[in-house]
C-alpha cells in the first residue's frame, strides 16, 4: 500500500509503465495509507488496478472507487469483478495499447458523472484523439481493408399497429453496423420521435447475431478526426436510442460486440436471449468505445466493469450480463 501514491505517477515518466496493480491482500483498512493512496488516485495518468484472494470489506469502498477496477471475490458496489485471469487479461490489454488504456481510465470517471449528452462529446473527444494515434495507425497498418459489400436494406421496419419493429438486416455480415446501417437506424428511430402513435420500438438483429459491432473496413475512413468528431455526435443511434428509452425495447441474441451493446444498453430495458455474450474489443484497435459504450454500459454496471470489459477485451456470458445489470432479463 505504501508504494501506491508512487506509483500513480509512473506513467507521466515511464510511458512503458502505464499499470500499476495494487495487491490489496491484508490491507489494514484504518490506515492512514488509505486515505494517502484515494488522494493520490486523483491523478488519472495511469490505470490501477487493485487484487485480492479474498472479498474486500465494506472499508474498502473509497479506495476501490478511486482505482480503475479491483479483483476479487467480492467487494462493496459494482467497483470490483471476479472473473478467472482477470488480471493477466487487463495487463495484455493495457500493454497492448497503453495510450488507449490511460485514455480509457480517465474517460470513465468523467462520462460516469455527466449525462448522457455531455458524456457523448467527452467520449467522442477521446475517440476521435486516439483515431490519430499511433495505436490505431498501427492496427489499421495490420488490418487491411477489404470491399465492403452494399445492402439494398441494411435495416428493416414493420409497423404492426402501435409497434414499429427494426431490424438490423446484414446478416452476411452478422448486422455489422456501418454508415449505412447508422442512417437507416436512426430514420426508424426518428419515425417514432415524431409519431407518438408510435407505443413501442422493437429492435432486432437478423441472422446469427445481433450485431458484430461496426463494421471494421469503414474504421477511420473518415477524412478527419474532427470530421469524425462531429458526425458521431450529430448522428449517435446510441443519443437516439436514449431519448426514446422508455419505447425501445431491444431483443438480444448471438453476438453483440462494441455497437452491439453499446447502442442498444441505452434503452430503459433490455431482453437478451440466453445464447447472448457481450465484447468491447476497442483496445486491441488502439481505441475507447466510441459508440456511447463509456455512457450507457457505465450507467449500467458502474465504470469499474466498464473499464474491465474494455481493458481486457473478454467475452461475458449472457448470465453474468443479467447479473451486473448489463441486461434486464433472458428468455
Known amino acids: 500500500m505504501g508504494d501506491l501514491a508512487d506509483g500513480a505517477a509512473r506513467f507521466a515518466a515511464d510511458p512503458d509503465r502505464p499499470l500499476v496493480a495494487v495487491d490489496l491482500t491484508d490491507t489494514d483498512w484504518s490506515s492512514p495509507a488509505v486515505g494517502a493512496a484515494v488522494r493520490a488516485l486523483d491523478d488519472r495518468s495511469v490505470v490501477t488496478v487493485?487484487?485480492?484472494?479474498?472479498?474486500?470489506?465494506?472499508?474498502?469502498?473509497?479506495?476501490?472507487?478511486?482505482?480503475?477496477?479491483?479483483?476479487?471475490?467480492?467487494?462493496?458496489?459494482?467497483s470490483w469483478v471476479d472473473r478467472p485471469g482477470a488480471l493477466e487479461d487487463v495487463a495484455r490489454g493495457v500493454h497492448?495499447?497503453?495510450?488507449?488504456?490511460?485514455?480509457?481510465?480517465?474517460?470513465?470517471?468523467?462520462?460516469?458523472?455527466?449525462?448522457?449528452?455531455?458524456?457523448?462529446?467527452?467520449?467522442?473527444?477521446?475517440?476521435?484523439?486516439?483515431?490519430?494515434?499511433?495505436?490505431?495507425?498501427?492496427?489499421?497498418?495490420?488490418?487491411?481493408?477489404?470491399?465492403?459489400?452494399?445492402?439494398?436494406?441494411?435495416?428493416?421496419?414493420?409497423?404492426?399497429?402501435d409497434i414499429l419493429t427494426v431490424t438490423l438486416h446484414?446478416?452476411?455480415?452478422?448486422?455489422?453496423?456501418?454508415?449505412?446501417?447508422?442512417?437507416?437506424?436512426?430514420?426508424?428511430?426518428?419515425?417514432?420521435?415524431?409519431?407518438?402513435?408510435?407505443?413501442?420500438?422493437?429492435?432486432r438483429g437478423a441472422g446469427p447475431a445481433f450485431c458484430s459491432g461496426g463494421d471494421l473496413d469503414e474504421f477511420g475512413t473518415t477524412p478527419d478526426p474532427v470530421t469524425?468528431?462531429?458526425?458521431?455526435?450529430?448522428?449517435?443511434?446510441?443519443?437516439?436510442?436514449?431519448?426514446?428509452?422508455?419505447?425501445?425495447?431491444?431483443?438480444?441474441?448471438?453476438?453483440?460486440?462494441?455497437?452491439?451493446?453499446?447502442?442498444?444498453?441505452?434503452?430503459?430495458?433490455?431482453?437478451?436471449?440466453?445464447?447472448?455474450?457481450?465484447?468491447?474489443?476497442?483496445?486491441s484497435m488502439g481505441m475507447v468505445p466510441g459508440a456511447g459504450g463509456t455512457v450507457s454500459i457505465t450507467q449500467r454496471i458502474g465504470r469499474w466493469r466498464t473499464a474491465y470489459l474494455t481493458l481486457s477485451g473478454a467475452a461475458l456470458d449472457a448470465a453474468t450480463a443479467q447479473r451486473w445489470g448489463l441486461v434486464d432479463d433472458l428468455g
Do not use: K
Open 170 to 203: 446484414r446478416p452476411a455480415r452478422r448486422n455489422a453496423f456501418d454508415r449505412a446501417s447508422r442512417e437507416a437506424l436512426l430514420a426508424g428511430l426518428e419515425l417514432a420521435e415524431l409519431d407518438p402513435t408510435i407505443r413501442a420500438v422493437v429492435l
Open 96 to 161: 497492448q495499447a497503453p495510450l488507449a488504456a490511460v485514455t480509457l481510465a480517465g474517460l470513465l470517471p468523467a462520462t460516469s458523472r455527466a449525462d448522457v449528452a455531455d458524456g457523448l462529446v467527452l467520449e467522442s473527444l477521446a475517440y476521435s484523439t486516439l483515431l490519430a494515434g499511433p495505436e490505431f495507425a498501427a492496427w489499421r497498418a495490420r488490418t487491411p481493408r477489404r470491399p465492403i459489400p452494399r445492402d439494398d436494406e441494411p435495416v428493416l421496419l414493420a409497423r404492426d399497429d
Open 228 to 283: 469524425a468528431h462531429l458526425v458521431r455526435l450529430a448522428r449517435s443511434a446510441g443519443h437516439a436510442v436514449h431519448r426514446l428509452r422508455d419505447r425501445v425495447r431491444p431483443f438480444l441474441h448471438g453476438a453483440c460486440v462494441g455497437a452491439g451493446i453499446e447502442v442498444p444498453a441505452f434503452a430503459a430495458h433490455v431482453h437478451a436471449h440466453p445464447d447472448t455474450w457481450f465484447q468491447l474489443p476497442e483496445l
Open 50 to 78: 487493485g487484487w485480492s484472494p479474498a472479498p474486500l470489506p465494506a472499508a474498502a469502498a473509497p479506495l476501490l472507487a478511486a482505482m480503475t477496477l479491483t479483483i476479487a471475490p467480492d467487494g462493496p458496489g459494482r
